[in-house]
């Protein structure tokens, strides 16, 4: 293949179909809105599944510096009552199949593959157009353009490549996230880095729920869940961190203190990060030399596979390209005819699991999340 492939977004999965393309041979060319690989923490921990990231970062040819990054102990699981009973502690015995690693870690191993120049820093997508015979042109934020001959949108939630695919935007999924961290843990809020352990902690009732785990540098990261309108939040003043603490505290009267310091102990102000989705099986119709992979594709709810989808995503995309070096649209067909299934089922399965196992409102989320962490975690690949 001659032709140039041009990816929209430097994320996991972007960065994975870019370092399978250079294995290849293919010519790539990333854009990225950020200015930098340092203009923002990339977020926290990931488990990186054995049956689908994983086998991306082989394709990457990156299994040894992956292994080199795996956080030891971090597979381990608590999950306790909100008034800090502890009903399920699952050590991390070494056989899991999803280690732990830090997700900026990890990017930047990909980054570090790269040639230099493969990704262009400061480069905004602002509306992509198609020029027909299957070759479209991105416009950025600051006018400058590109043409290509192969396009892929790699951009997230908010994609700015989708447009030319689907109609489809992403829809507020009742439930929002406020993210803390404390750092020192264990010398300056010992109660709580006790209730997380070594790995991950959750703690949850129907509507509220607190989810934790433990990063490199003894630090707690949590994310605090409510399910909530989006106006619900909109009357917290988040400009105003003390105020926003106090306020989603509130939500959290009764429950144990060692857990509640996960939201009132909070060494930074807490962010807000609502969470959307796009329907579930969100497919389209073959469109000539522009596809999706990630968030762009298949946005859901967090639940533990979106980061190992993306890679998978970008491992398969370009596996297919190079396999039909004379034929993009044979490419991207194999591919968006595996990935839309797969998506869809990974999206269902996580429903299922929220819901109960008969499809109804869970009423017991805790003990259906027991239920969950005690399953035979190959169930999900199947």
């Given at each position: 293949?001659t032709?140039d492939?041009?990816?929209i977004?430097?994320?996991?999965g972007?960065?994975?179909?870019?370092?399978?393309?250079?294995?290849?041979?293919?010519?790539?060319?990333?854009?990225?809105?950020?200015a930098?690989?340092?203009?923002?923490?990339?977020?926290?921990?990931?488990?990186?599944?054995?049956?689908?990231?994983?086998?991306?970062?082989r394709?990457?040819?990156?299994?040894?510096?992956?292994?080199?990054?795996?956080?030891?102990?971090?597979?381990?699981?608590?999950?306790?009552?909100?008034?800090?009973?502890?009903?399920?502690d699952?050590?991390?015995d070494?056989?899991?199949?999803?280690?732990?690693?830090?997700?900026?870690?990890?990017?930047q191993?990909?980054?570090?593959?790269?040639?230099?120049?493969?990704?262009?820093?400061?480069?905004?997508?602002?509306?992509?157009r198609?020029?027909?015979?299957?070759?479209?042109?991105?416009?950025?934020?600051?006018?400058?353009?590109?043409?290509?001959?192969?396009?892929?949108?790699?951009?997230?939630?908010?994609?700015?490549?989708?447009?030319?695919?689907?109609?489809?935007?992403?829809?507020?999924?009742?439930?929002?996230?406020?993210?803390?961290?404390?750092?020192?843990a264990?010398?300056?809020?010992p109660?709580?880095?006790?209730?997380?352990?070594?790995?991950?902690?959750m703690?949850?009732?129907?509507d509220?729920?607190?989810?934790?785990?433990?990063?490199?540098?003894?630090?707690?990261?949590?994310?605090v869940?409510?399910?909530?309108?989006?106006e619900?939040?909109?009357?917290?003043d988040?400009?105003?961190?003390?105020?926003?603490?106090?306020?989603?505290?509130?939500?959290?009267?009764?429950?144990?203190?060692?857990?509640?310091?996960?939201?009132?102990d909070?060494d930074?102000?807490?962010?807000?990060?609502?969470?959307?989705?796009?329907?579930?099986?969100?497919?389209w119709?073959?469109?000539?030399?522009?596809?999706?992979?990630?968030?762009?594709a298949?946005?859901?709810?967090?639940?533990?596979?979106?980061?190992?989808?993306?890679?998978?995503?970008?491992?398969?995309?370009?596996?297919?390209?190079?396999a039909?070096?004379?034929?993009?649209?044979?490419?991207?067909?194999?591919?968006?005819?595996?990935?839309?299934?797969?998506?869809?089922?990974?999206?269902l399965?996580?429903?299922?699991?929220?819901?109960?196992?008969?499809?109804?409102s869970?009423?017991?989320?805790?003990?259906?999340?027991?239920?969950?962490?005690?399953?035979?975690?190959?169930?999900?690949?199947?």
């Open positions: 293949m032709t492939v041009t990816i977004g430097a994320g996991l972007g960065l994975t179909l870019a370092r399978v393309l250079h294995l290849h041979g293919i010519p790539v060319t990333v854009y990225e809105a950020e930098s690989p340092a203009a923002r923490s990339q977020g926290g921990m990931l488990d990186i599944h054995d049956y689908n990231g994983q086998p991306a970062l394709a990457a040819d990156l299994t040894d510096e992956f292994r080199g990054l795996v956080l030891e102990g971090r597979q381990a699981m608590r999950i306790l009552d909100p008034d800090g009973t502890v009903l399920l699952k050590a991390d070494g056989t899991g199949g999803r280690p732990e690693v830090q997700r900026g870690e990890l990017r191993i990909l980054l570090d593959s790269l040639p230099a120049g493969t990704v262009r820093w400061g480069h905004k997508a602002g509306g992509a198609a020029l027909g015979g299957g070759r479209h042109e991105v416009t950025f934020a600051d006018g400058r353009t590109v043409v290509t001959d192969l396009l892929v949108g790699a951009d997230g939630a908010w994609s700015r490549v989708r447009p030319l695919l689907s109609a489809a935007t992403p829809e507020y999924t009742g439930k929002s996230l406020v993210e803390t961290y404390l750092y020192e264990d010398t300056r809020h109660a709580a880095a006790k209730a997380v352990g070594g790995g991950s902690m703690a949850l009732t129907p509220r729920e607190i989810f934790a785990h433990r990063e490199r540098g003894d630090t707690l990261h949590a994310y869940g409510l399910a909530e309108p989006q619900w939040f909109a009357a917290v988040f400009t105003d961190g003390p105020a926003a603490t106090a306020r989603i505290a509130e939500e959290f009267a009764g429950w144990a203190p060692e857990l509640t310091a996960l939201i009132t909070s930074v102000d807490p962010v807000l990060r609502p969470l959307f989705a796009l329907p579930t099986g969100h497919r119709d073959r469109v000539p030399g522009v596809t999706l992979l990630g968030d762009a298949h946005l859901a709810a967090p639940n533990g596979e979106g980061a190992n989808l993306a890679m998978l995503d970008g491992a398969d995309l370009g596996t297919a390209l190079a039909h070096p004379d034929d993009i649209e044979a490419a991207l067909d194999a591919y968006e005819q595996a990935m839309f299934p797969r998506s869809a089922k990974a999206a399965f996580e429903r299922a699991e929220a819901q109960g196992i008969d499809g109804n869970a009423k017991d989320p805790v003990h259906e999340m027991i239920a969950a962490f005690t399953r035979d975690g190959n169930e999900r690949s199947r």
